[in-house]
């Protein structure tokens, strides 16, 4: 079946280290996005990429780094510069158009800094 | 920038109607999405509006005005499982490539 695949959903570290949240797409979309949500809040953009070896900051990129090395691969590294860490991670894909095309999202990573 | 409001919370009973309201101020406008998402899951799409007017699917209908800068979405027939945030998305087409910027997310309760 096709989708995205976000591992591992709960995710505990020490403040201090840094860690690599990962996803995995498997719809042929060039286009991936990762997001934050903090409780009772909406989504906000990390870092975006529309195409393999490309990526553009998000609203919300201090803190956090972004690879695409391969189209269905586009893991986030979570740094120690990110001051606030603690937050649910959703990755999405979708095709890269102008047209109207819905972002597909995965089924998160829960990350926990203590 | 961009500024998407939309209400925090919301109550409704069994079989009744809700309309929730989005109201945003954005340039390069280029499309908006609602999406459901059920507490500690994924969001999941739920219409699209593009141009003005009303899109119609089922118990759930999106209605756009472009001039206003309003959106509103319809649940009918409201059942238990419609308990979600629904989430407002505005597309912003960017010299980069197309981004989605969301609401805050509207809690509804859905009582019996």
């Known amino acids: 079946d096709g989708g995205i695949t976000q591992s591992p959903k709960y995710l505990f570290r020490k403040e201090g280290q840094?860690?690599?949240?990962?996803?995995?797409?498997?719809?042929?979309?060039?286009?991936?996005?990762?997001?934050r949500q903090d409780p009772g809040q909406g989504l906000r953009l990390i870092y975006y990429s529309q195409i393999v070896n490309d990526f553009q900051k998000g609203d919300i990129a201090e803190g956090y780094s972004v690879s695409r090395e391969k189209k269905e691969s586009f893991p986030?590294?979570?740094?120690?510069?990110?001051?606030?860490?603690?937050?649910f991670y959703l990755c999405a894909s979708s095709i890269a158009s102008t047209q109207y095309y819905e972002q597909y999202f995965g089924p998160g990573t829960r990350l926990t800094v203590t | 920038g961009q500024n998407i409001d939309q209400p925090t919370e919301m109550t409704a009973t069994e079989g009744a109607i809700v309309q929730i309201n989005c109201t945003y101020q954005t340039s390069g406008f280029n499309g908006l999405f609602w999406y459901q998402q059920h507490a500690g899951e994924a969001p999941t799409f739920l219409s699209y509006n593009v141009l003005d007017g009303l899109e119609e699917k089922g118990r759930f209908s999106s209605f756009l005005s472009?001039?206003?800068?309003?959106?509103?979405?319809?649940?009918?027939e409201l059942q238990m499982k419609d308990s979600a945030s629904y989430l407002c998305a505005v597309r912003v087409l960017k010299a980069a490539g197309n981004k989605l910027t969301?609401?805050?997310?509207?809690?509804?309760?859905?009582k019996p």
């Open chain 1, 18 to 35: 840094n860690v690599t949240l990962s996803c995995e797409q498997n719809l042929n979309h060039d286009a991936m996005y990762w997001y």
């Open chain 2, 66 to 76: 472009r001039s206003k800068g309003y959106s509103y979405l319809l649940l009918k």
């Open chain 1, 76 to 87: 986030l590294t979570v740094t120690s510069a990110q001051k606030n860490p603690t937050a």
């Open chain 2, 102 to 110: 969301f609401g805050g997310g509207t809690r509804v309760l859905v």
